[in-house]
């Protein structure tokens, strides 16, 4: 009897999660669906999914017409795939020495990764603004790159997955005479998939969606990102909403590539960052 009690509960909580999933999905499925249509259709206010007029002009035009929409997607990639790498690395070494290295201010080093995680990131927009300035790098890739290269998040939850893995393979590898250094590349990061997985959708989602930074930073159109680059179709007494659209699919892209390579060791490397403290 128990048991089919919670066999009828999980059919509730997937049915509910199913539910969830249409809901979420409707508003993805519009924007796909406008992306085909014309703008004066669009304008009309139906709510159909199916383009009365189905075109691909909207995406002729991006491409052929906005002479920049190249560039603002070639500036994003490399800007979002160059964060990523330095967080892959930089986060774990400092996760790894926080939880396998003792040294002197360990603790206060540690207690400082834990306060910046409740700082919120729009009080140290201005003070980047101003240090970017001062450096020259205004309108540049490394001023959009250079305050992302560490996440305090992530440098926490990679300690929490160093503290569960397993010392055993580092006495081994050490009694092989691999020192420190190799140790961690070429026996610890092998094996931290899962961690590094999680760690680079959320690492790459973040940095392509960035909008904040780049309008603070970029003021050259040709240095936009994409998030940015999308304002350029919004006229002063019209807003292009088939040219959003469109626009939006191809921004959508590589983070869902990104999420559907990784997706194997995402709940893996998120649920095995949680254990000791």
């Given at each position: ?9 999980v ?31 669009i ?31 070639i ?7 160059t964060?990523?790498?330095?967080n ?39 003070p ?7 450096l ?11 305050p ?5 998040t ?70 936009f ?30 983070a ?22």
């Amino acid at each position: 009897m128990i048991a089919k009690s919670a066999r009828s509960w999980v059919w509730l909580l997937y049915i509910a999660l199913a539910v969830y999933a249409f809901i979420t999905f409707i508003p993805f499925a519009w924007a796909l669906s406008a992306s085909f249509k014309s703008l004066p259709e669009i304008s009309s206010g139906g709510t159909n999914f199916i383009p009365k007029a189905f075109t691909l002009d909207n995406y002729k035009t991006i491409f052929l017409q906005e002479p920049l929409f190249g560039r603002w997607l070639i500036n994003s990639i490399i800007i979002a795939v160059t964060v990523t790498l330095f967080n892959l690395l930089f986060n774990s070494m400092a996760g790894y020495a926080l939880a396998r290295i003792t040294f002197p201010g360990k603790q206060f080093l540690f207690f400082l990764v834990l306060a910046v995680l409740v700082v919120p990131g729009q009080i140290t927009l201005l003070p980047k603004f101003l240090i970017l300035k001062s450096l020259g790098w205004l309108n540049s890739y490394q001023g959009l790159i250079a305050p992302a290269i560490v996440n305090a998040t992530f440098i926490f939850m990679m300690r929490q997955f160093f503290l569960n893995f397993p010392k055993e393979l580092e006495e081994a590898a050490a009694l092989d005479g691999l020192n420190r250094f190799e140790t961690f590349f070429q026996v610890v990061m092998p094996l931290a998939k899962p961690a590094l997985a999680a760690q680079t959708i959320f690492i790459f989602m973040g940095s392509w969606n960035e909008f904040l930074l780049p309008l603070v930073v970029m003021s050259n159109p040709e240095m936009f990102t994409l998030p940015l680059g999308l304002n350029a179709f919004k006229g002063q007494y019209v807003t292009y909403w088939n040219y959003i659209m469109a626009a939006s699919m191809i921004f959508t892209l590589p983070a869902l590539a990104i999420y559907a390579f990784f997706n194997r060791y995402f709940i893996q490397g998120v649920t095995f960052t949680g254990g000791k403290g």
